[in-house]
Structures are given as C-alpha cells and as structure tokens.
C-alpha cells in the first residue's frame, strides 16, 4: 500500500489500545492523515493533535459520514467492549462487537475502504481445548459473548475478503499490558490493575487465582505486530480469519513476585470472582508459528522487562517513589 494515499480511521481510538495506536499512526503516516474515532469515553488530550470525530460504530449512518468526509481508505476497527463486560451485557457485546463490526465491513464495500484491521482474541478458545501452546487451528468453541462475537466476526472477515476482496486483516491478541490508557472491562486487567495498586498502595486484591496463566503481551509489541500486518504483502497474508499471536504466558502470581522484587513490602491477595472461569475457559499459551513464518512476527517483551518498563513509566506517570530492597 502506498504511504501517500493512506487516510486512515482509528474506531475506539480513546481506549486502550487506540490511544498508543493513533499517536504511532500519527507519526508515521503524518496525524493529518489519522482520524481519530470516538464515543463514549474522553479522549487523551494527546489525541487533539490530529483529527478526531464522535460518532458511534453501530450507527452506520455516522460511520458513513465520517468515511466519506475524511475519503477513508484504511480503517483499525478497535471499538469493542471488553469479556468482563460483555459477560454482564452479552447484548451489549454483541451490537458493539459485532454488529458494529458488520457496519464497517458494509460501509467498506460501497466506499473506499480496502484495508482493515480487526483485533480478535484468544478467547476465540473454549475450555475443550489443548490448553497449552493452542494450536491456530484449533476448533473455535468459546463460551463467553467476546468469544463468540470473536469467533463470528473471524469467520465475517473471511467471508468480505472472499466475496468483495477487502482486505482484512487480524490476529487473536493475548492479554494486554500498558502504562498509558488502562483497559476496561477485561479479565486480563489485573496485570495492568497490579502495577497501579503496587505503586499506589503497596498491596492488590487480584480476582483471578495466584496459579492462574495467561498469554499476555506488552503493547510496544502489541502496536508493532498490528502495523507490521498491516504492512506485510498481501501475499504473505495467507490466514484470513485470524492469526494466533503469542509473547508470554505467566500465572498472577509470577506477575507479582516479579513486581515484588522492584517494590518493597509488596502483598497480593488472591480473592478470584467471576472473571475465574473465563479466564480457566482460555488458553495458557498459543502457538503462533504462522504469524512467525507468514510475516516475519517477533516478540521483544518478557515479564522483566514488562515489569521494569511498566514501574519505571508509572512511577512518572503517578509521581511515586519506589524503595527497591
Ligand atoms: N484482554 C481481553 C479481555 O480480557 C481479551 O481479549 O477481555
């Protein structure tokens, strides 16, 4: 694709992913060219320094409108509720998640819209199966709403690339750590809530068990393998569901002994609620050959050095001091 004729939207560009996106969107294509979409939340004052646009992913009219107005050709669809949330509203999740998402891939086929990034999850993933090192191919059984959108909106993007030949793009994003916009709504929140709570108080009530794994990610990583996707040859794309994409997998417990040697006099306590079973319906680790031999994927973050960034941007963000032992 040519860097001159992108003009690109960012959906859900205040959360916690479009925020750190559009500002390295911003500097590589020019923030002239990134339009920066929201709707509910307050965007970061960072994200003045480009366009930006209220408006509502499931209101096909106002996704038009701004397309149209901006002559869009490129879209990072990140508007979505999050699986805490979307298991409290599974009616919520699915307008949001998927019928926002059917929006976009209709306004794509009538306007200019050729290329589009759609993050899915590794809760496409249900309890049955092989919950180590998940197979790409493994069979899609997830038994959350996100899951299930997830899962469908997977098989949607395949089913507009075939028919219309757009081009979408997407990979199944671990958990996701970051020190600029906490998440919202997530079971795997507590690995950003634990740096927060270990600066301001020492100690966390964490809601998923000490032994709990998860496959988690750093966003550097996470922003890195999104644009690299984005900017593979579309012959290298071979996989037009979903790419599995994998970091690291620690438990909650590694998480914190891994803070505890960085903050002194650091204690978690370990009360696990309803996020527990979705977290024990996901997978501990996926195995993300493909995306390693289709476009050249590489992690950079292991859990010390999340930890030591995450203490060490925080500590700034939230003018603390750490006493180290
Ligand atoms: N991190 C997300 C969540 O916890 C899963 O993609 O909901």
């Not at 699986?83 to 999740?93: H, M, N, Q, T, Y």
């Not at 819209?113 to 059984?141: C, H, M, Y």
């Not at 009530?205 to 990583?221: A, G, Q, S, V």
């Not at 994927?297 to 032992?325: C, F, P």
């Amino acid at each position: 694709m040519e860097t001159s004729a992108r003009k690109i939207l960012v959906t859900g560009s205040t959360g916690q992913i479009g925020t750190e996106l559009t500002q390295e969107l911003r500097r590589r294509y020019g923030a002239k060219n990134v339009v920066a979409g929201g709707h509910r939340r307050e965007p970061d004052p960072s994200i003045r320094n480009g366009p930006f646009e209220v408006f509502d992913v499931t209101d096909s009219t106002e996704l038009r409108a701004v397309i149209t107005k901006h002559g869009i050709d490129t879209v990072y669809h990140l508007a979505a509720v999050l699986s805490a949330v979307g298991e409290k509203d599974p009616v919520l999740a699915w307008k949001i998640n998927l019928d926002g998402f059917r929006n976009l891939l209709e306004v794509a086929r009538s306007e200019r819209v050729s290329r589009i990034f759609w993050p899915s999850s590794i809760a496409v993933f249900g309890p049955d199966v092989s919950r180590v090192n998940t197979p790409q191919e493994a069979k899609l059984t997830p038994t959350t709403i996100y899951g299930v959108a997830k899962v469908a909106g997977e098989l949607l993007a395949n089913y507009y690339y075939l028919k219309y030949g757009i081009d979408i793009r997407s990979v199944r994003y671990p958990g996701l750590i970051s020190s600029v916009t906490p998440p919202g709504g997530g079971t795997t929140d507590y690995a950003v809530e634990i740096f927060y709570e270990a600066l301001k108080s020492r100690s966390y009530k964490c809601f998923l068990r000490e032994d709990t794994i998860l496959p988690m990610m750093y966003m550097p990583d996470a922003l890195r393998a999104a644009i690299q996707l984005m900017e593979a040859p579309a012959a290298n794309v071979m996989c037009r569901t979903s790419y599995n994409l994998a970091a690291v997998s620690f438990s909650a417990g590694d998480l914190a002994r891994e803070i505890s040697k960085r903050v002194k006099g650091f204690r978690v306590e370990y009360k696990p609620d309803y996020r527990q079973a979705i977290a024990d319906s996901w997978p501990m680790s996926v195995d993300d050959s493909r995306a390693r031999h289709d476009w050249g994927w590489r992690h950079e973050y292991d859990i010390q050095s999340i930890a030591r960034d995450m203490l060490e941007k925080l500590t700034l963000k939230l003018n603390v001091q750490i006493d180290k032992d």
